[in-house]
């Protein structure tokens, strides 16, 4: 007999061990926390570092070479290295992202809310520790050779730096969270110099708001500035295999 009760509970679910170093070492790596050709630590002082066991830790490495994050290599010059995942994002999540579209239409929305308000609080609260750090990720970002995995890192960067100046940690927490979730949609997006310029634009839009500590018009920017991502992402998810490796089309930058 099935008891009822009028509050909706989840099942218990007994999450491996395995599957909390796998969400970890993934959110990092989707993050850009973890760079691409950066070496992991040896399977002995992961277990260390998360005070699990090897078997554990192998578990959760091998998702991730099966996700195509990471590689391990043999030799002298041997060990697990992060692999640049812009290179390949097409490959690997485009139709992941087109049967999953209506969540990730939620997941932008849910975006709207809080990048916005997020970006007004830091306009109140930021440090000039933190504008330093966000001017740095923008001269960066400009320069001409700057490299896309760099590029999408710097990116990554700004915004998380925005949400953690914001002084609420429940803002810096659900940008982690969004952004983890995102991040292999942008990941999609073209490369190029005009991208870099009109990406580098708005952003510095948005920076000299927050410096102006100007809470509605960084609130305005914020969401000018994210508002087409997920229409530009649709055309990118959506569009015919031939078109979607053309990375010169387009100039519209979105993040």
Known sequence: MQVQFPVHLEQVNAKKVSDFILEQLEEAILLKELMSEQQLPTERELASIFNASRL???????????????????????????????????????????????????????????EPEAAALAAQRITNEELAELQS???????????????????????????????????????RKIRTRINPALDLMPYNDQVRQTNNEKHTSLFEAI????????????????????????????????????EKRGGEAHD
């Open 56 to 114: 554990a830790v192998r578990e959760a490495l091998g998702q991730l070479e099966e996700k195509g994050l990471i590689e391990k290599r043999v030799g002298a010059k041997g060990g697990t290295f992060v692999l640049p995942i812009t290179m390949n994002s097409h490959l690997r999540n485009r139709q992941e992202l087109a049967d999953n579209w209506e969540e990730m239409l939620r997941l932008f929305e849910y975006r709207l809310v809080i």
């Open 137 to 175: 990720y923008l001269e960066l970002s400009r320069v001409a050779t700057c490299p896309r995995e760099l590029f999408r890192a710097l990116d990554v960067k700004f915004h998380l730096k925005i949400a953690r100046a914001s002084g609420n940690r429940h803002f810096e927490q659900a940008v």
């Open 211 to 246: 410096k102006a500590r100007d809470h509605e018009l960084s609130r305005a920017m914020m969401r000018q500035h994210i508002g087409g991502s997920a229409d530009a992402i649709h055309s990118r998810v959506f569009a015919p295999p031939a078109e979607g490796h053309h």
